[in-house]
């Protein structure tokens, strides 16, 4: 659907970066946009490398001005991850005036909870506290499990390589111990975690 969108991605330690993409600029499809960026493989930058990379009809634009028939905008700061959605209320097709409505400022993981029919294999969303020295960040269920079954593989593969090393082999699973421990985090947040035998054990 060619509902079109600006997102523009602003941060203290970062130019400010406006992207446009030509379809699916409502709010699911935005929802959906930011999802993937979220579980991209390449994480390195900030969230709008990510959402440039993830999204490939994404385009560099200058401003939100820059496409005058864009029906919303997003305005996303890297710092805070806070995320106002803006909807165009009316448009004479000529000039652009202050026509626009504030239909969403929050956190951006919560705007893509509500909206997140579009997100394929969705799981909520949820700011989980980081280890002794990193800041709390977001995870869905899906993304902590892979990553726990990854550093899970690593470990094995590691202590078969190099048993002698006992000292990073106990490292190693001291850190799967942490993320199972966000994992129950996790769900203790918000009931039983999708993908887990506790989801099964309730469905049955």
Known sequence: MSTR???QFTGRHMATVVLY???DGYESGAA????LAHH???QNGNFADAFHRANERSEFTQSHTSHGDTEYRYNFNTDTGELTCSKRTA???LTDRDNWRTVYLGPWHEFVNLHNEQCEGFTAL?????GEYQKPRVWSATQLIA?????QKDTD???TKYPQWVGNINGMHAEIKRLRAMLDAYNVAGGVVPGTPEEHRVAH
């Open 5 to 7: 969108a600006t997102y």
């Open 21 to 23: 993409i030509h379809h």
């Open 32 to 35: 959906a946009y930011f999802w």
């Open 40 to 42: 991209h493989a390449n």
């Open 91 to 93: 448009w004479d097709g």
């Open 126 to 130: 949820r700011v989980l506290p980081g």
């Open 147 to 151: 990553y726990i079954e990854q550093k």
């Open 157 to 159: 593969e590691y202590a």
